[in-house]
């Protein structure tokens, strides 16, 4: 939990009698907490839906191609998002903006196992990757204006939240397949409680918006990434690579490659999931007393060398205290460079989180499909060194981050 923000002599002024923290003080402790929630809300959807991916199939009877193109479908969504994200946040302004693409989410949700064609499931699923994506930006420039606000670093916290909240889902998904409840009312109920947690949360929002530009800028709410923001977006671009290929293909790696039975090698992925969670809480301790570039360029380093340690021992003993390595060096990347572009000048700072993040969410949608077709023509073992080139790849154009 973060502590008051420190109070000037205008701020004492307003204290409310017997209360101890001014209005403005209460009013962002209130917006952290609905901002962590929201952040949790996106983890618990994003968890459910992966652990029913299984249901998707077999509901509309699809084999592994068609499967894809429902995932690159949401993928299309996502990415497409950069064209008008930083728009209609700064129209709306964060709070409604993540309201509105948060109950589209919940309702893609609930409704993802109802659709009488796999044909309407792909329109569907572009809707659903847009919102997703636009729902996100809303709350990490929630979360930036938090900061600034607050004056003390916030980011890492929300994404452990996120993290937290996707374990959570997976593990809620896993225990009512374990009782038998059927998949669509798993994903209906799910939906419907999460879109009763996101309307609550949303009202105490701070409800972010664009700051105003400088005197003689323009303020640009949609902006093509270039020099510096296309820098952190392929920055970021690599980190997510790195993470979606850990989070699809590390049970695998265990279980195919290292001899280890199934239910081990899960304990991989819980390893991995539950370290990058703990660090994130931990990663804003770390940003208020080392440079976000040197932590950057260790966190990219770890990841490189533990991998590449994982990989050469071939030993799983090894391979589960690297797991829990990774997981720590990936966790802090992705909120820093958020952080750093919303900082770039020019830019609303929902138009500069939805450009790096553009290019950032198609390392999920490249990194795990290359890793099947380098496993498919050599082996997986070879196909993993992908992490250790994106994470170096990161450490090296970490120097360049202000």
Same mark, same amino acid.
Request: aromatic letters at 6%; glycine letters at 10%.
């Given at each position: 939990?973060?502590?008051?923000?420190?109070?000037?002599?205008?701020?004492?002024?307003?204290?409310?009698?017997?209360?101890?923290?001014?209005?403005?003080?209460?009013?962002?402790?209130?917006?952290? *907490?609905?901002? /962590?929630?929201?952040?949790?809300?996106?983890?618990?959807?994003?968890?459910? %839906?992966?652990?029913?991916?299984?249901?998707?199939?077999?509901?509309?009877?699809?084999?592994?191609?068609?499967?894809?193109?429902?995932?690159?479908?949401?993928?299309?969504?996502?990415?497409?998002?950069?064209?008008?994200?930083?728009?209609?946040?700064?129209? !709306?302004?964060?709070?409604?903006?993540?309201?509105?693409?948060?109950?589209?989410?919940?309702?893609?949700?609930?409704?993802?196992?109802? *659709?009488?064609?796999? *044909?309407?499931?792909?329109?569907?699923?572009?809707?659903?990757?847009?919102?997703?994506?636009?729902?996100?930006?809303?709350?990490?420039?929630?979360?930036? #204006?938090?900061?600034?606000?607050?004056?003390?670093?916030?980011?890492?916290?929300?994404?452990?939240?996120?993290?937290?909240?996707?374990?959570?889902?997976?593990?809620? #998904?896993?225990?009512?397949?374990?009782?038998?409840?059927?998949?669509?009312?798993?994903?209906?109920?799910?939906? !419907?409680? !999460?879109?009763?947690?996101?309307?609550?949360?949303? /009202?105490?929002?701070?409800?972010?918006?664009?700051?105003?530009?400088?005197?003689?800028?323009?303020?640009?709410?949609?902006? *093509?990434?270039?020099?510096? !923001?296309?820098?952190?977006?392929?920055?970021?671009?690599?980190?997510?690579?790195?993470?979606?290929?850990?989070?699809? %293909?590390?049970?695998?790696?265990?279980?195919?490659?290292?001899?280890?039975?199934?239910?081990?090698?899960?304990?991989?992925?819980?390893?991995? #999931?539950?370290?990058?969670?703990?660090?994130?809480?931990?990663?804003?301790?770390?940003?208020?007393?080392?440079?976000?570039?040197?932590?950057?360029?260790?966190?990219?380093?770890?990841? @490189?060398?533990?991998?590449?340690?994982?990989?050469?021992?071939?030993?799983?003993?090894?391979?589960?205290?690297?797991?829990?390595?990774?997981?720590?060096?990936?966790?802090?990347?992705?909120?820093?460079?958020?952080?750093?572009?919303?900082?770039?000048?020019?830019?609303?700072?929902?138009?500069?989180?939805? @450009?790096?993040?553009?290019?950032?969410?198609?390392?999920?949608?490249?990194?795990?499909?290359?890793?099947?077709?380098?496993?498919?023509? %050599?082996?997986?073992?070879?196909?993993?060194?992908?992490?250790?080139?994106?994470?170096?790849?990161?450490?090296?154009?970490?120097?360049?981050?202000?």
């Amino acid at each position: 939990m973060t502590t008051p923000d420190p109070m000037t002599p205008a701020l004492q002024a307003t204290l409310e009698p017997g209360s101890g923290i001014t209005p403005q003080q209460q009013r962002l402790r209130a917006a952290r *907490w609905a901002t /962590r929630t929201l952040f949790a809300v996106l983890g618990v959807l994003s968890g459910v %839906w992966g652990a029913h991916i299984p249901s998707i199939k077999d509901r509309y009877g699809i084999d592994e191609a068609v499967l894809s193109a429902v995932l690159f479908s949401a993928a299309v969504g996502a990415v497409s998002s950069v064209f008008f994200a930083g728009r209609f946040i700064g129209h !709306l302004g964060a709070r409604r903006a993540s309201l509105i693409t948060g109950l589209v989410l919940c309702s893609a949700l609930g409704s993802a196992l109802l *659709w009488p064609s796999v *044909w309407v499931l792909m329109l569907a699923s572009v809707a659903f990757g847009m919102s997703m994506s636009v729902f996100d930006v809303s709350i990490n420039s929630e979360g930036t #204006a938090l900061e600034r606000d607050g004056g003390q670093p916030i980011m890492g916290n929300l994404h452990g939240c996120f993290s937290l909240g996707a374990m959570g889902g997976a593990a809620m #998904a896993a225990a009512m397949l374990r009782a038998e409840v059927p998949a669509a009312a798993q994903l209906g109920g799910v939906a !419907l409680l !999460l879109a009763v947690a996101l309307a609550i949360a949303n /009202r105490s929002m701070l409800d972010a918006r664009p700051a105003p530009p400088a005197p003689g800028e323009e303020q640009r709410h949609f902006v *093509w990434p270039q020099g510096l !923001l296309l820098l952190i977006g392929l920055l970021i671009f690599a980190g997510m690579t790195a993470e979606g290929v850990m989070y699809d %293909w590390c049970v695998l790696y265990l279980k195919q490659e290292l001899g280890m039975p199934q239910d081990r090698a899960a304990a991989g992925y819980a390893v991995f #999931a539950g370290a990058m969670a703990a660090a994130r809480f931990g990663g804003d301790f770390l940003r208020a007393r080392v440079s976000e570039k040197l932590l950057l360029r260790s966190s990219a380093t770890l990841t @490189a060398v533990s991998m590449a340690v994982v990989l050469a021992s071939a030993s799983p003993t090894v391979a589960m205290i690297g797991y829990a390595l990774i997981g720590a060096g990936l966790a802090p990347i992705v909120p820093i460079l958020f952080n750093a572009a919303s900082r770039v000048p020019g830019s609303s700072s929902a138009a500069a989180i939805a @450009a790096v993040s553009s290019i950032g969410y198609s390392g999920f949608l490249i990194g795990p499909p290359l890793i099947g077709v380098i496993a498919h023509n %050599w082996s997986l073992t070879a196909a993993m060194v992908v992490v250790v080139i994106a994470a170096g790849a990161l450490a090296i154009g970490a120097r360049r981050v202000d």
